[in-house]
């Protein structure tokens, strides 16, 4: 079996058992030897005997027979099985294994007669003390043919059966730290799926007034833990219902726990709903009654049956007898309202743990036993068969009154709730009242507490519509932002570079704010979204329904997957004891404090009636921001740290360890001879090398990588690992700052099918022997990524472009897809490559963006302005919108015009003159607002009068199609002057779009071609820039 055990947990619980056996007291003073035996039953959910593996091994272990001597322990099992408890049974270098009598494997035989074993087994027994009686569970009764054999060859032996069943539960009652964390999770997570699914459900039935039966109601809870959302992040897997939901109301009431949901229809009174959520097998309990306009004196029964509650968990104290303290509670009950005494439930509640309900621990008048700190109680206390004096029809005059919580038994002190879910009046109380009385509210806080979602549904769209902004008007707002800061950052860079002054920044500390003003109030936030607030660099989590900022320095990394219909986000946290590098020590100044490890989300990745977009997106924009704030942070932090200069490149440090992470049969580019040869990469202590066949080595050091991409094969003929460096390297007798290695992926199908289908191919076989390849090579590539992030202890990230966000464009000399990274914008699958790296980028201009062009150009402008910008020509204009979007969110100043610039001129303008430059308004010059000035426009157009100097026959061309792309260096200066110059040229964008609307909605015309055709002509619709170029 694949499964680890717990080895320490195994020896420190099997010398528990035996430490108490051994003191002998109650049943155990009267066994000789214990046997466990578990057989196979699907319909049996809680036994002493499955309860009991759980607790040593961490899981069942059915068809097993255990055996426990007083010097020795056997274990009957299959042979897998007897593989997985070999981890316990070999016992040589545990130190903890000291104490603990040896364990005897036996293989059990299938399909043959187990004498043998079972002789051995007796052997055993009746050596142990004096071999007359042994401990069983009585009630743990097992079918099948292998059971049977068992009991009767105990039966023949004539053993006296002593049941051991409440010693052991009491044995197994208290719990370690590890178990208790994870029955404070489930109870984390019952009071999650009831205050956020079921509470909200009945909320909204009572809201609309629907019909829903209680069995319907219970159906739905068990189906929410399905969801991600409801569990705090917790893997569905690990979770399930200890028992079904029990939801009672219309007069109906028996609060016990065996009852199952009846089909009645909900009546709007007081619904009792008891719940357990089981996590990794360990139980929790949670029980509340809500109440529709209650009477007074349904009220004031309520809060007695709290103040009752509250007595209750006074006396549960480590050292107090059971029956005391339920005697003490019916004292109170007796002094402060008799009449209720007969009301009250026969027992209080029960220990609980990976049994649900523990029988021998039941809080009753009768129980001798004493609580011990660590035990984990389901207190469930309520009030039966109550008449609603006020109730007129049937239903409404009976009612029943249950509460209930998961409580930990402490030393000296009252039992701590582990299910903090409000109970007061006011939480459970859902009191409806007409329109007028709302409008008289004042009391916010209690009212949205009170009402619901109906009633206050109204106020919140109405203040949404007030304040809130569309998105393109937020991203105008930030890009307003970014122009004020952007000025200011450029006259301030290159005053020191002039001056080269060194001027280090304060280092910000890693809290995220100081005080509450500080925090956003973002539309995500209030709807318990994830956002990212980059001024702070805090990512602000809805946790428990709580929006809970984490500072990005606290993140270790972070993952996304899509499984089904739902998209997962994992969080992973910096904790102690988790391998921190350098900063070792100096990150938790107080490491007794409870850290958060990891953080899941789930969202659907299918797009409900009614909703503006798809709910997994707003993790897909988490993770990429995240991602990107993370990377911005960890290079600034590497930065500050180093003192130095530029680092001379090192020798590669070679480990000779074969286990270091290698890909074999790849190809590098470029090539280091004429002819492409394959090779090997290797992950050695400080860089890679990659050995050609013909024993070529280029090696690459971790330092001097400033992107690493892995561009996986989806939608791509090849899969890339891509290293653009920091210092260009030399092999192949030239310089290269951009080194890839690739394999082709159809090739190498294509060869694999050579050898079967060479003649006679399937299509189907060739196209799934393709999807297989794919798999393998995108698998064996995330290993060795994997590998090296690990064994870099991730100072080196690969990056992966987001295909999603990709698009088209020119940047040499022909069109390929260009896709953001984290931190970079790429293309690796065409050669040359493209990499641009968004920390570099002072600002980014669109040229040639006019409704009736099909493409517009992308100028990066760098912030080291001595550095030539780059263009990106033929970029789709239907990619304009998403392409802003990206930038917004990269913080990254954007703007656009009508007119290709010359952009030498203007650079050489700014680096000779960055004081006259800036007076003049620096950057602003680019705004549309500003493009209608008359001297700026005049020395735009002289420039281009200057450079940009094309032939009549690309002039004839542009005319005859406007759609046509422009070329990527020469404009018309012509059509330059005439922009200045013609009447409508000083209008924007909107103005020149709404004209064309109004155009096209007076002509009806269809077809967009023939539209475009006839706006040519058309002076209502365009300024008569054609006709002036002609001319």
């Not at 272990?61 to 070999?86: G, R, Y």
């Not at 833990?225 to 028996?254: A, R």
């Not at 309520?302 to 968990?313: I, K």
């Not at 003049?920 to 010059?925: A, E, P, R």
Request: overall charge negative; hydrophobic content about 35%; glycine content about 6%.
């Amino acid at each position: 079996m694949a499964a680890n055990l717990d080895k320490e947990a195994y020896y420190r619980r099997i010398k528990r058992l035996y430490g108490n056996w051994k003191k002998g007291e109650d049943e155990f003073g009267k066994v000789d030897a214990i046997v466990v035996s578990v057989g196979v039953d699907e319909e049996i959910v809680y036994a002493k005997s499955t309860a009991i593996q759980t607790w040593l091994f961490g899981y069942e272990v059915t068809d097993t027979i255990m055996v426990f001597c007083e010097n020795k322990i056997l274990f009957l099992a299959s042979k897998k099985k007897v593989d997985f408890l070999k981890q316990v049974a070999i016992t040589k270098g545990n130190e903890n294994a000291n104490g603990v009598p040896p364990i005897t494997l036996l293989t059990r035989e299938k399909n043959e007669s187990n004498k043998p074993n079972f002789d051995k087994m007796i052997e055993a027994i009746r050596g142990s003390r004096e071999g007359k009686t042994v401990g069983v569970f009585s009630k743990d009764k097992f079918p099948g043919e292998y059971m049977k054999s068992w009991n009767d060859t105990l039966a023949a032996e004539g053993l006296e059966k002593v049941d051991i069943s409440a010693v052991v539960a009491y044995t197994m009652a208290v719990k370690e730290d590890g178990e208790l964390g994870l029955m404070k999770k489930a109870a984390a997570i019952t009071s999650e799926v009831y205050s956020k699914f079921f509470k909200e459900r009945v909320m909204e039935i009572v809201d609309a007034d629907e019909k829903v039966r209680h069995s319907k109601l219970a159906e739905s809870v068990e189906k929410a833990i399905e969801e991600k959302k409801y569990l705090g992040g917790v893997d569905p897997s690990t979770v399930e219902m200890c028992y079904p939901p029990i939801i009672q109301s219309g007069g109906n009431y028996s609060l016990k726990f065996s009852v199952v949901s009846d089909k009645n229809h909900m009546h709007f009174g007081a619904i009792t709903c008891a719940m357990g959520i089981r996590y990794k097998s360990y139980c929790s309990n949670l029980v509340r009654t809500l109440m529709v306009d209650p009477p007074q004196e349904m009220q004031d029964n309520y809060n007695f049956l709290l103040q009752v509650e509250e007595e209750l968990l006074k006396e549960l104290k480590h050292g107090v007898k059971i029956c005391d303290a339920y005697n003490t509670v019916l004292e109170y009950v007796k002094k402060e309202k008799m009449d209720l005494v007969a009301k009250l439930t026969k027992n209080l509640g029960f220990a609980m743990g990976i049994e649900f309900r523990e029988g021998s621990l039941v809080l009753n008048a009768k129980n001798q036993y004493k609580l011990k700190k660590g035990m984990v109680m389901s207190v469930s206390l309520g009030f039966a068969d109550l008449v609603n004096k006020e109730g007129k029809k049937e239903e409404q005059k009976k009612y029943a009154l249950f509460v209930g919580d998961t409580v930990q038994i402490n030393e000296g002190e009252a039992a701590t709730v582990l299910t903090p879910v409000k109970k007061k009046i006011k939480n459970v109380g859902i009191f409806l009242k007409n329109d007028d009385e709302e409008d008289e509210e004042e009391d916010g806080d209690d009212a949205e507490e009170l009402l619901g979602k109906g009633a206050r549904s109204a106020a919140l769209l109405a203040d949404r519509t007030r304040n809130e902004m569309t998105a393109e008007e937020k991203r105008r707002a930030h890009q307003k932002e970014l122009a004020n800061s952007l000025n200011e950052e450029a006259k301030r860079r290159l005053t020191e570079q002039k001056g080269e002054q060194q001027i280090q920044k304060a280092r910000k500390s890693n809290v995220s704010y100081k005080n509450v003003s500080q925090m956003p109030r973002e539309k995500d936030i209030r709807e318990m979204k994830i956002f990212i607030d980059k001024k702070y660099e805090t990512v602000v989590m809805p946790i428990f329904g709580i929006a809970t900022p984490f500072h990005i320095a606290t993140i270790k990394n972070i993952s996304m997957s899509v499984e089904g219909d739902y998209t997962y986000l994992r969080i992973n946290f910096y904790v102690p004891g988790s391998s921190l590098g350098r900063q070792e020590g100096n990150i938790f100044p107080n490491p007794d404090a409870t850290f958060v490890k990891e953080i899941t989300y789930r969202a659907s990745n299918l797009k409900a009636p009614g909703d503006t977009s798809v709910p997994s997106t707003n993790l897909q924009n988490a993770f990429r921001i995240i991602k990107e704030v993370q990377k911005r942070y960890k290079t600034r932090e590497a930065e500050e740290k180093e003192k130095e200069g530029i680092v001379k490149q090192d020798s590669l440090v070679v480990n000779l360890n074969r286990s270091n992470p290698k890909l074999k049969d790849l190809y590098i580019r470029p090539n280091i001879a004429q002819k492409r040869m394959q090779g090997s990469l290797e992950a050695h202590t400080n860089g890679f090398r990659f050995t050609s066949v013909r024993g070529d080595k280029v090696d690459i050091l971790y330092n001097n990588i400033k992107h690493a991409i892995f561009q996986p094969c989806d939608g791509e003929m090849i899969i890339v690992l891509h290293f653009h460096l920091k210092n260009a390297i030399m092999f192949g007798k030239r310089r290269h700052t951009d080194v890839q290695f690739y394999t082709e992926v159809g090739e190498i199908t294509t060869d694999l099918g050579k050898h079967q289908h060479m003649h006679d191919r399937d299509d189907l076989y060739a196209e799934q022997m393709e999807r297989e390849m794919r798999h393998k090579l995108k698998s064996a590539f995330k290993n060795f990524i994997e590998k090296v992030e690990t064994l870099t202890r991730e100072e080196l990230e690969f990056e992966v472009p987001f295909r999603d966000l990709g698009f088209q464009g020119a940047p040499y000399r022909s069109t390929c897809l260009l896709q953001p990274t984290s931190s970079s914008l790429v293309n690796v699958t065409e050669w040359p490559p493209f990499v641009v790296t968004l920390d570099e980028v002072e600002l980014v201009h669109f040229e040639r963006v006019q409704f009736h062009l099909k493409n517009f150009d992308v100028v990066i402008v760098y912030k080291d302005y001595n550095k030539k910008v780059t263009m990106i020509n033929a970029v789709p204009v239907n990619s304009l919108d998403p392409i802003k979007e990206w930038l917004n969110s990269c913080d990254i100043k954007y703007t656009e015009g009508v007119q290709s610039l010359n952009w030498t001129k203007i650079m050489k303008t700014i680096v000779d003159d960055p004081e006259g430059f800036f007076e003049q308004g620096g950057w602003s010059f680019l705004d549309p607002e500003s493009e209608g000035s008359g001297a700026e426009e005049d020395s735009e157009s002289e420039m281009e009068d200057e450079t940009f100097n094309p032939s009549a026959d690309e002039t004839e061309v542009e005319e005859e199609d406007s759609d046509e792309d422009y070329s990527s260096e020469t404009e018309d200066s012509n059509y330059s002057a005439s922009l200045g110059s013609e009447e409508e040229s000083g209008k924007d964008w909107d103005e020149l779009e709404e004209e064309a609307r109004k155009a096209d909605k007076e002509s009806h015309y269809e077809d967009e071609d023939t539209s475009n055709k006839k706006r040519k002509n058309r002076s209502s619709t365009l300024p008569p820039l054609k006709k002036k170029r002609r001319s």
